[in-house]
């Protein structure tokens, strides 16, 4: 049984606009290997496109932002499309959202409900 208090229903991001891409400003950590096919996909020599596209964090790897008006996109977030760029070769932590560890703590729920709406809580069994 999932150990999460949600469901997801990923119809919703269709008309949603990225909203998990876009807002305040964030880390999208990415492994070597993911960077690679990232690089790859977009036919990009790797040195270049760590150069252009991502920063370290740490001893971590993330993609860089860009600003829309107030608020904060990933660089691959399509602003025109509304959708990812590099949707087939995202990152791990795109392709898990909302299934974030942060999101087991049920503090942390009404803002993830708040901000994607395939999210929905799940019913509590009666007892
Ligand atoms: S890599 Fe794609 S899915 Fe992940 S944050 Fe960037 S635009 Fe969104």
């Not at 807002?23 to 996909?41: P, R």
């Not at 025109?80 to 087991?104: A, G, M, N, T």
Request: proline residues 5%; contains cysteine; aromatic residues 14%.
């Amino acid at each position: 049984m999932s150990p999460f208090s949600f469901c997801f229903d990923s119809k919703a991001c269709k008309d949603c606009g990225g909203k998990c891409c876009t807002g305040e400003s964030g880390y999208i950590f990415a492994s070597i290997s993911e960077l690679e096919k990232i690089a790859l996909f977009l036919q990009i020599p790797f040195n270049d496109f760590l150069l252009r596209y991502v920063k370290k964090v740490g001893y971590r790897f993330s993609l860089i932002e860009k600003k829309i008006n107030h608020e904060y996109a990933c660089i691959f977030f399509d602003t025109e499309h509304q959708c990812c760029s590099i949707y087939e070769v995202r990152p791990k932590q795109c392709r898990d959202f909302p299934f974030w560890e942060i999101y087991l703590d049920e503090k942390n729920l009404p803002q993830l409900l708040k901000e994607c709406k395939g999210v929905k809580r799940k019913e509590k069994p009666l007892e």
